[in-house]
């Protein structure tokens, strides 16, 4: 059985900093381009940031230089790193899984900026 669980999410006042991580299971994560997407209230979902199974990543211009993706093989996780959060950043944080032709997703965790 194939999971994806997020964790992390809360309530942080603007310009500060949270880390999601994603915990996967049932399918080879070292094989997998892994990434973070978002929904914003009343807003189609979006790509955050991305890690490729060789590590490279790339990240959507809203967060450039605030978030930063990491993974790690051997526990089979993925992180975001959010700093200097803003109001706008307040979304359903959700991990995807790509395994060939294969996506699987979380079921997501909340981040809310607010002061």
């Known amino acids: 059985q194939v999971r994806l669980v997020e964790s992390g999410g809360d309530l942080v006042q603007p310009g500060g900093s949270l880390r999601l991580s994603c915990a996967v299971s049932?399918?080879?994560?070292?094989?997998?381009?892994m990434s973070w997407h978002r929904r914003l209230p009343g807003k189609e979902r979006e790509l955050v940031a991305t890690?490729?199974?060789?590590?490279?990543?790339t990240y959507a211009d809203s967060v450039k230089g605030r978030f930063t993706v990491s993974r790690d093989n051997a526990k089979n996780t993925v992180d975001l790193q959010m700093n200097s959060l803003k109001p706008e950043d307040t979304a359903v944080y959700y991990c995807?899984?790509?395994?060939?032709?294969?996506?699987?997703w979380g079921q997501g965790t909340q981040v809310t900026v607010s002061s």
């Open positions: 890690i490729l199974n060789g590590g490279p990543t």
């Open positions: 995807k899984a790509n395994w060939g032709t294969l996506a699987y």
């Open positions: 049932g399918i080879p994560f070292r094989l997998c381009n």
